[in-house]
């Protein structure tokens, strides 16, 4: 059950509407978590700059960190939007499966990030000096480890967002991974 409901266009500000009518030129719809950012005067246009800055990570890298995360969060709303995402950055639902669980086996690299995030995110913000020397033997720079904490820190608003909120889920539902993270 819903405890913050989803504003429709005619519910939030002007500036707010218009960042709505780019979304669905854009996207074809508003997602309901952007929505629900939209009873915030400004945080929607924040999140959306937040989100959408320039990075040292690649799109499928990015999908790595946001599957770890919202998987420890156990955040139904962004494991299926991020399921589909990875998708189409060309992760096989049995990658995707897999990457929830904070391993990437079939990718030597995106396994050290993988671990990494599961690592840092579980201790919150403390991981284990093995994972961060992981991390860079795997050719990730101090560049990449700052951009992979900004997009960690994008999943957690998100998550936090969709768990206080408990609106409905408008993706597909990402399939249930047995076993806890954390």
Do not use: W
């Not at 945080?43 to 937040?50: S, V």
């Not at 990718?107 to 000096?129: C, E, H, V």
Request: hydrophobic letters at 40%; charged letters at 25%; a negative charge.
């Amino acid at each position: 059950m819903a405890t913050i409901n989803v504003p429709t266009r005619d519910e939030v500000s002007a500036n707010n509407q218009e960042i709505f009518d780019n979304l669905n030129s854009k996207l074809g719809f508003v997602p309901n978590l952007y929505a629900t950012f939209a009873h915030s005067e400004t945080a929607l246009g924040d999140y959306l700059t937040f989100q959408n800055r320039k990075s040292s990570l690649k799109a499928k890298e990015r999908e790595v960190i946001n599957l770890v995360v919202s998987q420890i969060n156990e955040c139904d709303y962004c494991l299926a939007a991020h399921t589909a995402i990875a998708k189409m950055n060309g992760f096989t639902d049995e990658q995707i499966l897999e990457l929830r669980t904070g391993e990437a086996t079939f990718d030597a690299k995106l396994d050290a990030l993988a671990n990494f995030t599961r690592d840092i995110t579980i201790n919150r913000s403390k991981p284990s000096t093995e994972s961060v020397n992981r991390l860079f033997e795997a050719g990730y720079t101090k560049e990449n480890l700052i951009d992979i904490n900004i997009v960690i820190g994008d999943k957690i608003v998100s998550n936090f967002i969709h768990g206080a909120g408990q609106f409905e889920v408008d993706f597909p539902a990402a399939p249930q991974l047995e076993g806890a993270l954390a």
